[in-house]
């Protein structure tokens, strides 16, 4: 019976991810018209959009890219369920599924989703042999082993103060771009050299880790983010209804940034400053109780990205979503113990912003 039960399942998924192939072939094939139609909702639901965007074409674009990654994502589980793998393949489905479910343009795109998420959670997973050498290595976090004693709490305690001295003397800066500009680029240099240097050996260390064991680290860090994704998601139709603003004042200064400024900050200097610090440095700081050290780098990772907000409110209301990602980042750190992890989760996260801002600007 059991078997018989199985295969019902797989045979499921089967006619699921054909329906969804369809269903995302005919969204990709008429995302003009869906294009349209999101463009006209959303300019409607926050009018301020309509200076940003001033043509549907934005809007196009990124629901065929949506609905293509979508057609792929159904084709992934056809093939597994073809092959027998749906059991093996659990953690992969589910973290796909709640993707889609975000991803999708159709509204019978999202019902195939979250009927497939349904089934595949009640579907007990298997581990093969190949799956069991590539789960994530067992490492032991240590204060003992990088920055130990008196003399690594002092270290961090040092680098924050660095860090969080920008709200100084940001004030004191004379009103001239070009000015402004150099001396950000010269404190993020410093700090990326500071941070490096302090952090070298967790670093090394992490990093060959990560390196002999990438898949693992991906796949793991990937359905964690995903899971996550949702909760952000939540959090950010929140703070816009609540703040009747489509972004953060944070967010709209790092828009009009050049991308030869935006590129590096986000993608270079953010991952391995931000996680240095905020989960880093805090973890030793507050390592003791991984539930107060992830609530703790969630809300500083939060604040951090709305102090620029007018009002104790907006501020907290806006940093809601950024301190849902920075408990994520927090959350990975503690369950792998492994600082380049949280790197490339945060290169990843940063990498869909940056190409979000780039088609912004091209249509």
Same mark, same amino acid.
């Given at each position: 019976?059991?078997?018989?039960?199985?295969?019902?399942?797989?045979?499921?998924?089967?006619?699921?991810?054909?329906?969804?192939?369809?269903?995302?072939?005919?969204?990709? /094939?008429?995302?003009?018209?869906?294009?349209?139609?999101?463009?006209?909702?959303?300019?409607?639901?926050?009018?301020? /959009?309509?200076?940003?965007?001033?043509?549907?074409?934005?809007?196009?674009?990124?629901?065929?890219?949506?609905?293509?990654?979508?057609?792929?994502?159904?084709?992934?589980?056809?093939?597994?369920?073809?092959?027998?793998?749906?059991?093996?393949?659990?953690?992969?489905?589910?973290?796909?599924?709640?993707?889609?479910?975000?991803?999708?343009?159709?509204?019978?795109?999202?019902?195939?989703?979250?009927?497939?998420?349904?089934?595949?959670?009640?579907?007990?997973?298997?581990?093969?042999?190949?799956?069991?050498?590539?789960?994530?290595?067992?490492?032991?976090?240590?204060?003992?082993?990088?920055?130990?004693?008196?003399?690594?709490?002092?270290?961090?305690?040092?680098?924050?103060?660095?860090?969080?001295?920008?709200?100084?003397?940001?004030?004191?800066?004379?009103?001239?771009?070009?000015?402004?500009?150099?001396?950000?680029?010269?404190?993020?240099?410093?700090?990326?050299?500071?941070?490096?240097?302090?952090?070298?050996?967790?670093?090394?260390?992490?990093?060959?880790?990560?390196?002999?064991?990438?898949?693992?680290?991906?796949?793991?860090?990937?359905?964690?983010?995903?899971?996550?994704?949702?909760?952000?998601?939540?959090?950010?139709?929140?703070?816009?209804?609540?703040?009747?603003?489509?972004?953060?004042?944070?967010?709209?200064?790092?828009?009009?940034?050049?991308?030869?400024?935006?590129?590096?900050?986000?993608?270079?200097?953010?991952?391995?400053?931000?996680?240095?610090?905020?989960?880093?440095?805090?973890?030793?700081?507050?390592?003791?109780?991984?539930?107060?050290?992830?609530?703790?780098?969630?809300?500083?990772?939060?604040?951090?990205?709305?102090?620029?907000?007018?009002?104790?409110?907006?501020?907290?209301?806006?940093?809601?979503?950024?301190?849902?990602?920075?408990?994520?980042?927090?959350?990975?750190?503690?369950?792998?113990?492994?600082?380049?992890?949280?790197?490339?989760?945060?290169?990843?996260?940063?990498?869909?912003?940056?190409?979000?801002?780039?088609?912004?600007?091209?249509?």
């Amino acid at each position: 019976m059991k078997e018989i039960k199985r295969e019902n399942k797989i045979d499921l998924y089967f006619i699921l991810s054909i329906l969804g192939i369809l269903i995302s072939l005919y969204s990709a /094939l008429n995302c003009v018209e869906y294009g349209k139609q999101g463009y006209e909702e959303t300019i409607k639901m926050l009018p301020s /959009l309509s200076d940003r965007f001033s043509s549907p074409n934005y809007f196009i674009v990124i629901f065929a890219i949506f609905s293509v990654v979508s057609c792929i994502m159904f084709m992934y589980i056809l093939f597994s369920s073809i092959n027998n793998k749906i059991s093996e393949r659990k953690g992969k489905i589910v973290a796909l599924s709640i993707f889609g479910l975000i991803l999708s343009v159709s509204y019978y795109a999202q019902l195939i989703w979250i009927v497939t998420l349904i089934f595949i959670l009640t579907v007990k997973g298997i581990k093969t042999k190949k799956e069991k050498e590539k789960e994530i290595p067992k490492i032991n976090y240590s204060t003992d082993k990088y920055l130990p004693g008196i003399k690594g709490i002092i270290l961090c305690i040092v680098l924050l103060a660095v860090y969080f001295s920008q709200l100084i003397f940001t004030n004191y800066l004379p009103n001239n771009k070009t000015i402004v500009r150099i001396v950000g680029i010269s404190f993020y240099i410093v700090m990326l050299i500071l941070c490096i240097t302090v952090f070298r050996k967790e670093i090394g260390s992490g990093f060959k880790k990560f390196k002999e064991n990438f898949k693992a680290y991906v796949g793991f860090s990937l359905r964690k983010y995903a899971m996550f994704w949702i909760l952000y998601l939540i959090a950010s139709i929140v703070s816009m209804s609540i703040t009747h603003s489509e972004t953060s004042i944070n967010q709209s200064l790092l828009e009009k940034l050049p991308l030869w400024y935006l590129v590096p900050t986000a993608l270079i200097y953010a991952p391995i400053v931000e996680e240095t610090l905020f989960r880093g440095c805090l973890r030793r700081l507050f390592g003791k109780n991984n539930i107060v050290f992830i609530i703790i780098s969630g809300a500083v990772f939060g604040w951090l990205h709305a102090m620029d907000e007018v009002g104790l409110i907006n501020i907290i209301v806006t940093s809601l979503p950024y301190a849902v990602l920075g408990s994520c980042f927090a959350y990975v750190y503690t369950k792998t113990n492994n600082i380049t992890c949280n790197m490339f989760l945060h290169f990843a996260h940063n990498s869909i912003a940056v190409i979000m801002m780039i088609l912004m600007r091209l249509f």
